[in-house]
C-alpha cells in the first residue's frame, strides 16, 4: 500500500494542487492528512472541497482549527484588533459547511496497513511528549539558518546527526510501541526510521508553507508499506511557483483584510524560512516599550510594530 502524507496547507490551493497532481503522477490514490488546512492561505474552501473529493483518506484536524471554533458565538463587532485579523477573515469566508467537516475530525487517528500500525496526530508531542525535536523545529533553522550555511540540505544534516547523537531522543523513541507516527505541525519535512525496533517517524513538512530553508518547492511524503510488511519512506518536493502564488494572494480580500499577516507569510515563501515567531516576539517587545498591553494587540500597535520591524529587516538587507 501506498500513501502520501501531506499536512499544514494553510489555505494554499495551489499548492495542494500541485502536490496531488504529483501523487496522481506516483500513482498513489490512499492520502492521510495531518492537521492545519486554512489560515495563513486564502482558499480555505478550496483545499477542504478538494480533500473530501478523494475517497481513501484518514484525515485528522490541526491546531489551526482550534483558531476558528474559539471564533464560534462571538460578537464580530469586537474584531477590531490587529492581531487576530486573519482568523478573523477565514471565519468570515469560510463555508459554514466546511467548517462543520472541520471541527467534526478528530484529533488523532491509529488503523492498519499489512500489518502495521499507523499513528497519526497533529504534534509530534501527542507520541513524544515535550522533547524538542530539533530537526522538526522551523524556528531553529531559521537561526542556524543565519550561520554561514550555503545548502539548507546541510542544516537539515546537521540537525539529524544531532538527533542521533541525543540519548533522549533516543530514550523518548524507545518507549514508543512499533509502529509509524507521523505527525506535522512543524513546517519541516523530515523522518526517522528504527528498522530493528520497527518504528518510524513521519514529518512531511508543511505543503502550504514549508519553513525548512528549502526554496522553489512545496513537500509531502510518500509512505509505501509492501505486503510483507517492509516499509519504505521518500522525501518529496515538488517545483513551485512562490512568486506568482503571491501575486494571486495579492488579489484577494485576505490581503486587504489581513495585510500584515499575509505580508509577513510572503517573506516566509520566499525564503522558506521563519518570520512569523520572530515578528510576534518583535511585536510584544515593541508593545511592552511604548506601554501597550493590550491583548490581541490593537490595530495601531500591529500596524506600526510591522512598519519597524519590516524596515529592520530591509535595512539588515542592504548591509
Not at 490551493?13 to 496531488?20: G, Q, S
Not at 515535550?130 to 522551523?138: E, L, M, R, V
Amino acid at each position: 500500500m501506498k500513501y502520501a502524507v501531506i499536512s499544514d496547507i494553510h489555505g494554499n490551493y495551489p499548492a495542494l494542487k500541485a502536490v496531488l497532481q504529483d501523487a496522481e503522477n506516483q500513482e498513489i490514490s490512499h492520502f492521510i492528512f495531518a492537521g492545519d488546512y486554512c489560515i495563513s492561505g486564502p482558499w480555505p474552501d478550496e483545499c477542504i472541497a478538494e480533500i473530501r473529493s478523494i475517497k481513501e483518506k484518514h484525515v485528522i484536524r490541526g491546531n489551526e482549527e482550534k483558531y476558528l471554533e474559539n471564533l464560534i458565538g462571538k460578537d464580530q463587532s469586537l474584531w477590531t484588533d490587529g492581531q487576530m485579523q486573519i482568523s478573523y477573515w477565514c471565519y468570515k469566508n469560510i463555508s459554514s459547511d466546511h467548517l462543520d467537516y472541520l471541527l467534526g475530525l478528530p484529533h488523532k487517528d491509529e488503523f492498519e496497513s499489512n500489518g502495521i500500525t499507523i499513528h497519526v496526530a497533529h504534534s509530534s508531542m501527542d507520541f513524544l511528549g515535550t522533547y524538542p525535536f530539533y530537526t522538526w523545529n522551523s524556528v531553529t533553522v531559521a537561526e542556524r539558518n543565519r550561520q554561514p550555511y550555503s545548502d539548507p540540505g546541510a542544516i537539515l544534516a546537521d540537525m539529524k546527526k544531532e538527533m542521533d547523537q541525543d540519548s533522549s531522543f533516543k530514550e523518548a523513541v524507545d518507549k514508543l510501541e512499533r509502529g509509524i507516527y507521523i505527525f506535522g505541525h512543524s513546517h519541516v519535512q523530515s523522518s526517522y526510521m528504527d528498522r530493528d525496533k520497527g518504528i518510524y517517524l513521519i514529518n512531511p513538512g508543511s505543503c502550504g508553507l514549508p519553513l525548512d530553508g528549502i526554496r522553489g518547492n512545496v513537500p509531502y511524503t510518500i509512505l509505501e508499506i509492501s505486503d510483507e510488511g517492509q516499509v519504505s519512506i521518500e522525501e518529496k518536493r515538488v517545483p513551485f511557483d512562490k512568486e506568482r502564488y503571491i501575486n494571486e494572494v495579492m488579489l484577494t480580500s485576505q490581503f486587504k483584510e489581513a495585510n500584515i499577516w499575509s505580508r509577513v507569510i510572503f517573506r516566509e515563501q520566499i525564503t522558506a524560512l521563519e518570520h512569523m515567531y520572530f515578528f510576534l516576539a518583535f511585536v510584544e517587545q515593541y508593545s511592552k516599550d511604548i506601554g501597550d498591553f493590550r491583548r490581541p494587540y490593537c490595530l495601531e500597535t500591529w500596524e506600526r510594530a510591522f512598519e519597524l520591524w519590516d524596515q529592520k529587516l530591509e535595512d539588515q538587507k542592504l548591509k
